[in-house]
């Protein structure tokens, strides 16, 4: 059935409609899902995700990618890096690829799209699973789960600890973005990557002259409801420090 015909996909646009792909805001990151997990970067399968590429690895990695703006917008700005959306709810990963696909027949250049993908995953257990040591570049957090009772703070992904493993996969001078409209888990996030010995913060200049940086705030469903809303956001841009021989 052609995609203009689906109830599911807009007659005008041919593109996926949200209320059919509709989920809970977020996902027990803790729980067991029941998901095919490479068992090495290698076991990655990159053709399923990039059919018309090749000879290239993924360089930018948006965590709890959502219904997928922050990747559309990334995917015409550095059309020469490939890029995949990890996401934990199924209904909505559905909707990603469905829109990723959508997209790629419809562009009016031809070709575009192509670097962009998403997998159904839980990022906080299987990020090694998925990227070798150094292998990225970008790394995106917006506006993650803020897990707001502290018994809750272990599931949250930007930790201490977990940072251990985004170093691993990061090279040096990968940047990690993370933005929120939670203060006390933006103040969180901010203080997880100054005490962790492997980033250091960008700063205000770099900040300014980083493309990427604007799109935090706008490209996804959640930052233009702030927007809409006249909400606050707090962002914190942190740079692996590279490694040392």
């Not at 409609?17 to 027990?28: D, I, L």
């Not at 901010?190 to 935090?216: G, I, K, N």
């Amino acid at each position: 059935m052609d995609s203009k015909t689906k109830p599911t996909f807009s007659r005008s646009t041919g593109l996926p409609r949200k209320k059919f792909f509709r989920a809970r805001a977020h996902s027990n990151p803790l729980s067991d899902s029941h998901f095919p997990i490479p068992i090495s970067p290698s076991h990655v399968d990159l053709s399923l995700h990039f059919p018309k590429v090749s000879s290239k690895k993924t360089e930018f990695a948006d965590i709890g990618c959502g219904f997928g703006g922050l990747l559309i917008s990334l995917a015409t700005l550095f059309p020469e890096t490939l890029m995949i959306g990890m996401e934990l709810r199924d209904k909505v990963t559905e909707y990603v690829k469905e829109l990723i696909l959508a997209l790629r027949k419809t562009s009016s250049g031809g070709g575009e799209y192509e670097n962009i993908s998403v997998v159904r995953t839980n990022s906080m257990k299987y990020v090694p699973n998925y990227f070798e040591k150094g292998q990225l570049s970008k790394m995106f957090f917006l506006f993650p789960d803020p897990h707001f009772k502290e018994k809750n703070h272990r599931r949250r992904v930007i930790s201490v600890d977990l940072l251990d493993e985004y170093a691993y996969v990061l090279g040096g001078g990968g940047v990690v973005y993370t933005i929120t409209d939670v203060e006390e888990l933006g103040e969180w996030m901010r203080s997880c990557l100054e005490r962790h010995p492997m980033f250091e913060a960008l700063t205000q200049e770099e900040l300014d002259s980083d493309p990427v940086v604007e799109l935090l705030c706008n490209a996804t469903e959640e930052g233009q409801k702030v927007a809409r809303n006249g909400g606050q956001t707090f962002k914190a841009v942190s740079r692996r420090i590279a490694y040392v021989s």
